[in-house]
């Protein structure tokens, strides 16, 4: 074992031990960079890359491959996400590597003959996976932005893969949960199939994703859409019955998209448009929040709680009707953020009455012609990055990539496979997300930052499907009306409504029984649920220091310097 493998198993024993059952007033600070993850091996990476000169979008490019190989529930080279950026000199940018259905993709493909949707097909398998973007939008970042070389970003990761770690607690309760579904999805035995189940602390390694990392590190995006790996993939999905093509996979590209501003009580809040639904629901929702003064209201009271369920239920049920890949789908953006169109969504809002959600529909709007993870990072000079990625739920289809080591998303279930039939988050679609040849599926997550007086403030962003939108908006109204710090934003119980189902889902103890007795009397009912989103966020403090919140609902770590 050489001496490198002790340091990062003790890095690994460091952090595990120190899983977060109760979380810190003030997070982690730093003077001049900050790097909040999933993980703590792949903040280290990321905070070494910011050591070494290297910026913030150097620092995420390896924190994304850091986070593939040790956080694989989420963390991803056969998944796709979004970035939102912010340079140090104001301007702006993001960039959308989402998943694409394949060519041959149709729009019934998850229903039977009968025409009902056969779920699992959507979720476990290789037909659920959709074309993989994160290679081709780490490469987009770094040849737009980079400054480091390519490969000294890459060849940490591979480090990690092929030297090991261990295994954190909640990884292994996370693998063991799943073990069902991986024999399942794969004809061989991915490493991670163990009999006698995992445990916190098992030491893993991962040659062949180590191999797969080396011909990205040598050949860059055609590493992964051309070559040895392509053919893995291609091959693996024939095995399966599966859609993806080389065709799909060298036609994949990443698109710069450009990103939506909006503002809230003074702060300009810069998000991910579509085919993301977060910047636009976010937006939305900060809206209703001013509009109608959430702050005053204490927080997760009776008042705030409605108020917030209420704004909540119409912007999803807009989001329903309205929001898909703009490439495909007239997404009206500036009508929904349009403050006249927000004023009389939240105009018949009462604060002693719920509206039940069989009253509300998506809004009309004039048409003109025409298991997710989040890394916060900024760097010595200012510049930040706000990246989500995702394989859709823990380890994606399932299927891993038989020699080259990496499991596929599953975010074909992210598109409606039929109008008004939910989709694993209970998310309904119709037209606008319809499944189609080459579309980018809806997605919910919502990489965020926010600016104050011209100024960085916040960097945010959160995995959790649908809970996605309102951990995001919840954490900036916890920073900008109940003065949070950074972590406590992050670590405060969170609620959520969807719309459909009717109902508040809350975070065991995020509201006291007299809350939630005054709320049912007003006409809510409710599920309660272990944890929602895991905000990863980085908070410019008044004296100017970053303070990196890590979320206490997972191994997440923030460092800084
Ligand atoms: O893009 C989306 O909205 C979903 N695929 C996100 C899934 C997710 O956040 C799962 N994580 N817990």
């Known amino acids: ?283 939305q929702m900060l809206q209703g929040a001013e509009l109608l003064n959430v702050g005053r209201y204490e927080h997760n009271s009776t008042n705030a709680v409605h108020l917030m369920a209420e704004i909540e239920r119409r912007v999803f049920a807009d989001r329903s009707k309205h929001l898909g890949d703009p490439d495909y789908f007239q997404v009206p953006v500036q009508q929904l953020l349009s403050p006249d169109y927000n004023a009389s969504r939240f105009a018949d809002i ?51 990539v038989k020699g080259a080591g990496f499991v596929l998303n599953n975010e074909m279930d992210d598109f409606s496979s039929k109008p008004g039939v939910p989709n694993f988050f209970g998310l309904i679609g119709a037209e606008a997300n319809a499944i189609a040849p080459g579309k980018r599926m809806l997605s919910s997550m919502t990489p965020t930052i926010v600016e104050k007086d011209g100024a960085l403030k916040m960097v945010l962003g959160s995995p959790g499907g649908a809970t996605i939108l309102t951990s995001v908006f919840q954490t900036v109204l916890n920073v900008i009306d109940y003065e949070m710090t950074m972590q406590e934003a992050v670590s405060a119980k969170k609620v959520h409504h969807q719309w459909l189902p009717d109902q508040i889902k809350a975070e065991t103890d995020a509201i006291s029984l007299k809350t939630i007795e005054e709320l049912e009397q007003l006409g809510h009912s409710f599920e309660f649920v272990d944890k929602i989103g895991r905000n990863d966020c980085i908070l410019v403090r008044e004296d100017g220091r970053l303070e990196g919140g890590a979320d206490p609902r997972g191994d997440d770590k923030a460092a800084g310097f």
């Open 1 to 283: 074992m050489t001496s490198r493998i002790y340091i990062l198993l003790l890095l690994a024993l460091t952090f595990s031990s120190c899983n977060l059952t109760t979380s810190p007033k003030v997070g982690a600070l730093g003077d001049h960079a900050m790097v909040v993850s999933a993980h703590p091996l792949s903040t280290a990476v990321g905070l070494n890359v910011l050591k070494q000169g290297g910026n913030a979008i150097d620092a995420a490019v390896a924190t994304q491959f850091a986070l593939a190989v040790v956080y694989p529930r989420a963390g991803n080279i056969g998944g796709g996400g979004f970035s939102v950026i912010r340079l140090t000199d104001g301007s702006i940018a993001a960039l959308d590597f989402r998943e694409k259905a394949p060519a041959q993709a149709e729009r019934k493909m998850f229903q039977d003959s009968l025409g009902n949707v056969v779920g699992e097909l959507s979720t476990i398998g290789h037909l659920a996976a959709g074309v993989p973007g994160s290679v081709a939008g780490m490469w987009e970042l770094h040849q737009k932005y980079g400054s480091l070389p390519w490969a000294d970003l890459v060849q940490p990761a591979i480090d990690l893969a092929f030297e090991g770690f261990l295994i954190t607690a909640n990884e292994a309760e996370a693998l063991n949960e799943k073990q069902e579904d991986f024999r399942q999805a794969n004809h061989y035995r991915p490493w991670v199939v163990r009999e006698n189940g995992w445990q916190a602390n098992d030491y893993v390694n991962q040659p062949q994703l180590a191999a797969t990392l080396s011909f990205i590190r040598d050949s860059g995006r055609d590493g992964f859409y051309k070559g040895i790996v392509a053919q893995q993939i291609v091959k693996e999905m024939q095995r399966g019955n599966g859609l993806v093509t080389h065709e799909d996979l060298q036609n994949y590209e990443a698109i710069w998209r450009a990103p939506l501003v909006g503002t809230y009580r003074g702060h300009r809040v810069i998000s991910m448009p579509p085919p993301s639904s977060g910047g636009v629901a976010v937006l």
């Open 350 to 400: 009462s604060i002693d009455q719920t509206t039940p959600s069989t009253d509300i529909q998506g809004g009309e709007v004039p048409y003109e012609s025409p298991e997710t993870t989040h890394f916060s990072i900024v760097d010595a000079d200012g510049n930040a990055i706000s990246t989500t990625t995702t394989l859709n739920l823990n380890y994606g289809c399932k299927v891993w």
